[in-house]
């Protein structure tokens, strides 16, 4: 029996002296880094001035970036459409009562065609390309002026004035770029197959659908049609982050996680968007057992043991593509929905078990670290808001509702999530 | 190829050449020990790193007066290194047992040491041991397998030479009931 055991032991060690294991890739330059020799003090006390000097370097030089960056933004001008296709004419003048904000007319200031309150006329005050303009308003009695982006959407010109006056509506018209085929200053000059790329704020509602007919009823002349189409050609960039929280099942909301990263979308319609990204999202989950598949690991798990429930710690990197719709415009934001679905990649995985092994309760760990992935396993719903901080610049909020498609993990588990994304959007035209 | 001397002089002077000689060579035998004792590769691996590291910021504690004993008593400085550095980890998870399989990638197939159906007995017997729990699985390693005794595995695990001695035991039995599962296993086969 001696023999036996002194057999088996000897077997064991020769096993471990001999047994076949992948060396795996050497991390010297790690290692070198944590057995560097300390600096000095003054080493260092040297290396956090240099660092301090850098950062101020560095933040004297992000100034003038930031400022050709965010230069163009302006607090009031919120949308950016684009009026192609076709010819934008001139109307010469019109009837009292008409064009009350629902379409552009554009036409040089000529002396003599001011025939009092009751042409509203539009000239250029200054033009350049490439940037905002202004535009002079004027009426017969009075005169306004719309400054860089201001709006004067439906402004009433004064309620001193005539109940008359009072009928005019102003209609804003930014010009932010005048395409070739249009001379440069001093005039503005509409000419057929011509182009505008017009900026117009949003409290009028009508102007988001500035589109359609401008007549002119003057008799015996031909009516006149001015046609816009609009296309959302806009793109967009953020920063993303949020606190997550996650369940299986009929378990309870665990820890919160948290889910932060990048997003980017394009315009693809009048209000919908393409949105994708890459989150990094931090998940805490408790599950039954019954919900954890052994399919995966069931060949490294002892015989007879039974998982009763577990508790999950796992890393993701998570790619949502989804589509947005702007359901609600208002004055200086908008309530979008969103709905799409999200690959994923699980980078890590850590499970605490609770498992009864012959009979007893035992407690058992289980890290993962091989990449799980699953393309598309999430439907990701959300309703939020997005507010104009700037002209280019948007606060967004967005609750969202993360539902499985699959399972996820070593134990395909179908994790459903919830929590609140704030962005920061930075818009591009 | 350096000798170990030259090697061992050129780590206590602080020359990186050596240092990384030193890594290289030891490197392997060092994750075949940690292994038997950490359940998840990933995790040996940065053992026998962090091993590595305490190695090296506490060489200049390392004698040896005869030279024809230096690589003797240079192994077994590393290896009482990757034991202590494993079973403070081990601690650290509060000796909890690990489920999940042993990944085929970890096995260095190509292994010419020994034929390939002892590489694959030796193989099994391996992850035998790692199937044990944390507890069986330190004190097996370290009293059949490293040859520490029973008052020095008390020692090391703060616990009483008796609580030792019958984990000792009670490895074997689980031991002793894996190998009769693969034979009846085997035999069901046949």
């Given at each position: 029996?001696?023999?036996?055991?002194?057999?088996?032991?000897?077997?064991?060690?020769?096993?471990?002296?001999?047994?076949?294991?992948?060396?795996?890739?050497?991390?010297?330059?790690?290692?070198?880094?944590?057995?560097?020799?300390?600096?000095?003090?003054?080493?260092?006390?040297?290396?956090?001035?240099?660092?301090?000097?850098?950062?101020?370097?560095?933040?004297?030089?992000?100034?003038?970036?930031?400022?050709?960056?965010?230069?163009?933004?302006?607090?009031?001008?919120?949308?950016?459409?684009?009026?192609?296709?076709?010819?934008?004419?001139?109307?010469?003048?019109?009837?009292?009562?008409?064009?009350?904000?629902?379409?552009?007319?554009?036409?040089?200031?000529?002396?003599?065609?001011?025939?009092?309150?009751?042409?509203?006329?539009y000239h250029k005050k200054i033009l350049q390309e490439g940037r905002i303009v202004s535009i002079k308003l004027s009426t017969g009695t009075g005169v306004e002026y719309a400054e860089?982006?201001?709006?004067?959407?439906?402004?009433?010109?004064?309620?001193?004035?005539?109940?008359?006056?009072?009928?005019?509506?102003?209609?804003?018209?930014?010009?932010?770029?005048?395409?070739?085929?249009?001379?440069?200053?001093?005039?503005?000059?509409?000419?057929?197959?011509?182009?505008?790329?017009?900026?117009?704020?949003?409290?009028?509602?009508?102007?988001?659908?500035?589109?359609?007919?401008?007549?002119?009823?003057?008799?015996?002349?031909?009516?006149?049609?001015?046609?816009?189409?609009?296309?959302?050609?806009?793109?967009?960039?953020?920063?993303?982050?949020?606190?997550?929280?996650?369940?299986?099942?009929?378990?309870?909301?665990?820890?919160?996680?948290?889910?932060?990263?990048?997003?980017?979308?394009?315009?693809?319609?009048?209000?919908?968007?393409?949105?994708?990204?890459?989150?990094?999202?931090?998940?805490?989950?408790?599950?039954?057992?019954?919900?954890?598949?052994?399919?995966?690991?069931?060949?490294?798990?002892?015989?007879?043991?039974?998982?009763?429930?577990?508790?999950?710690?796992?890393?993701?990197?998570?790619?949502?593509?989804?589509?947005?719709?702007?359901?609600?415009?208002?004055?200086?934001?908008?309530?979008?929905?969103?709905?799409?679905?999200?690959?994923?990649?699980?980078?890590?995985?850590?499970?605490?078990?609770?498992?009864?092994?012959?009979?007893?309760?035992?407690?058992?760990?289980?890290?993962?670290?091989?990449?799980?992935?699953?393309?598309?396993?999430?439907?990701?719903?959300?309703?939020?808001?997005?507010?104009?901080?700037?002209?280019?610049?948007?606060?967004?909020?967005?609750?969202?509702?993360?539902?499985?498609?699959?399972?996820?993990?070593?134990?395909?588990?179908?994790?459903?999530?919830?929590?609140?994304?704030?962005?920061?959007?930075?818009?591009?035209? | 190829?350096?000798?170990?001397?030259?090697?061992?002089?050129?780590?206590?002077?602080?020359?990186?050449?050596?240092?990384?000689?030193?890594?290289?060579?030891?490197?392997?035998?060092?994750?075949?020990?940690?292994?038997?004792?950490?359940?998840?590769?990933?995790?040996?691996?940065?053992?026998?790193?962090?091993?590595?590291?305490?190695?090296?910021?506490?060489?200049?504690?390392?004698?040896?007066?005869?030279?024809?004993?230096?690589?003797?008593?240079?192994?077994?400085?590393?290896?009482?290194?990757?034991?202590?550095?494993?079973?403070?980890?081990?601690?650290?998870?509060?000796?909890?047992?690990?489920?999940?399989?042993?990944?085929?990638?970890?096995?260095?197939?190509?292994?010419?040491?020994?034929?390939?159906?002892?590489?694959?007995?030796?193989?099994?017997?391996?992850?035998?041991?790692?199937?044990?729990?944390?507890?069986?699985?330190?004190?097996?390693?370290?009293?059949?397998?490293?040859?520490?005794?029973?008052?020095?595995?008390?020692?090391?695990?703060?616990?009483?030479?008796?609580?030792?001695?019958?984990?000792?035991?009670?490895?074997?039995?689980?031991?002793?009931?894996?190998?009769?599962?693969?034979?009846?296993?085997?035999?069901?086969?046949?």
């Amino acid at each position: 029996m001696q023999d036996l055991k002194n057999d088996m032991d000897e077997l064991f060690q020769r096993a471990a002296e001999n047994y076949p294991l992948q060396p795996g890739k050497g991390e010297w330059e790690s290692i070198a880094k944590r057995i560097a020799p300390a600096e000095a003090d003054d080493v260092v006390l040297l290396k956090k001035k240099t660092y301090r000097k850098s950062t101020m370097l560095l933040l004297i030089l992000a100034l003038p970036v930031g400022w050709l960056l965010f230069r163009n933004i302006s607090p009031h001008s919120v949308g950016s459409y684009n009026y192609s296709a076709k010819p934008i004419k001139e109307n010469s003048f019109q009837q009292p009562g008409e064009n009350n904000g629902i379409g552009i007319k554009l036409k040089k200031d000529q002396p003599g065609n001011n025939t009092g309150a009751q042409i509203n006329r539009y000239h250029k005050k200054i033009l350049q390309e490439g940037r905002i303009v202004s535009i002079k308003l004027s009426t017969g009695t009075g005169v306004e002026y719309a400054e860089e982006g201001q709006s004067l959407v439906n402004k009433r010109l004064n309620d001193t004035k005539s109940n008359q006056e009072k009928k005019s509506i102003l209609t804003p018209v930014f010009l932010d770029r005048i395409n070739r085929g249009f001379p440069g200053p001093p005039g503005v000059k509409t000419e057929p197959g011509g182009s505008l790329n017009i900026t117009v704020a949003t409290e009028n509602k009508n102007l988001k659908k500035i589109q359609g007919q401008t007549n002119s009823t003057r008799p015996g002349k031909q009516k006149k049609n001015v046609t816009a189409s609009i296309k959302n050609k806009s793109i967009y960039i953020g920063l993303v982050a949020g606190p997550d929280l996650s369940k299986v099942q009929s378990m309870g909301f665990s820890t919160a996680g948290i889910a932060t990263g990048l997003i980017a979308g394009v315009g693809i319609g009048k209000s919908l968007f393409l949105e994708t990204g890459v989150i990094w999202t931090k998940k805490y989950y408790d599950s039954k057992g019954s919900d954890f598949s052994m399919d995966k690991i069931g060949s490294g798990m002892a015989p007879g043991m039974i998982i009763n429930d577990l508790s999950s710690q796992s890393t993701f990197i998570e790619i949502p593509v989804k589509i947005r719709y702007d359901a609600l415009r208002k004055r200086n934001g908008v309530f979008f929905i969103a709905a799409g679905v999200s690959a994923y990649i699980m980078t890590k995985e850590k499970n605490l078990y609770n498992v009864t092994m012959n009979g007893s309760q035992e407690k058992m760990t289980g890290l993962y670290k091989q990449y799980n992935y699953g393309i598309p396993a999430i439907a990701n719903i959300g309703i939020g808001y997005q507010q104009n901080v700037s002209r280019l610049l948007q606060l967004r909020v967005e609750p969202v509702l993360k539902i499985p498609l699959k399972g996820i993990g070593v134990g395909s588990l179908p994790v459903t999530s919830t929590g609140l994304q704030f962005a920061l959007i930075r818009r591009f035209k | 190829m350096e000798k170990a001397f030259t090697i061992i002089k050129g780590c206590k002077d602080g020359y990186p050449k050596y240092q990384k000689i030193f890594y290289e060579r030891y490197r392997g035998a060092a994750l075949k020990i940690v292994f038997r004792y950490i359940y998840n590769y990933e995790e040996a691996l940065e053992i026998v790193n962090d091993g590595f590291v305490k190695f090296f910021k506490n060489i200049d504690k390392f004698r040896c007066e005869n030279d024809t004993d230096l690589e003797k008593v240079l192994n077994g400085w590393i290896k009482r290194i990757m034991i202590n550095t494993s079973i403070d980890l081990l601690r650290k998870k509060m000796l909890l047992p690990e489920i999940g399989g042993i990944p085929e990638y970890v096995w260095n197939v190509e292994d010419k040491s020994s034929s390939p159906d002892q590489a694959m007995i030796y193989k099994d017997l391996m992850i035998m041991v790692k199937q044990l729990p944390p507890v069986y699985r330190i004190v097996f390693n370290m009293h059949v397998i490293d040859g520490y005794t029973h008052i020095e595995i008390a020692d090391i695990l703060k616990m009483p030479v008796g609580t030792s001695k019958s984990n000792l035991q009670r490895a074997k039995l689980l031991m002793q009931n894996y190998l009769n599962q693969r034979e009846e296993l085997n035999e069901c086969r046949i």
